[in-house]
């Protein structure tokens, strides 16, 4: 070998840790920017769902009282609605939903007839996230 000739270099292939470093930097920074803007997003998502089940409920409410000319009773509930009341004089048509579902928070919606809210119908509504009734959501 020529001693005046530079001898070959073996280039590496691997990523140094001052790269590794940034990399994982980057994506820190990235992630918390990005993450707390989903967060709140599930809450919202059980709030809308609380909400279309009480709009469905209370239109399944109306149709009951369409063909039984009243409201159920507070001590029926919203059980009628999937079974006949025990004297409904042939006029129930139900069932007016298929299944009694919880809230999106495992509770049951409650209904309040009459209503203190709308005294000349029904309340119907779901505590939401706080069982104390802080959040609630109802068709008031």
Do not use: C
């Not at 930097?25 to 990235?30: E, M």
């Not at 409410?61 to 009628?80: K, N, W």
Request: net charge neutral.
């Amino acid at each position: 070998m020529n001693p005046a000739l530079p001898t070959p270099r073996r280039h590496s292939h691997a990523f140094t840790l001052l790269e590794i470093m940034v990399v994982v930097i980057i994506l820190g920074v990235l992630a918390a920017t990005i993450i707390p803007q989903f967060v709140g997003t599930t809450q919202e998502a059980k709030t809308g769902a609380a909400k279309a089940h009480i709009a469905e409920l209370s239109s399944a409410l109306e149709r009951f009282y369409l063909h039984m000319d009243r409201y159920p009773s507070q001590d029926e509930g919203l059980a009628v609605l999937e079974s006949a009341p025990a004297n409904d004089g042939g006029k129930w048509r139900g069932p007016y939903i298929k299944k009694l579902r919880p809230d999106p928070w495992g509770n049951p919606y409650l209904y309040r007839r009459p209503g203190t809210h709308l005294p000349n119908s029904y309340d119907l509504w779901s505590k939401g996230a706080d069982t104390a009734g802080s959040t609630e959501i109802g068709n008031w």
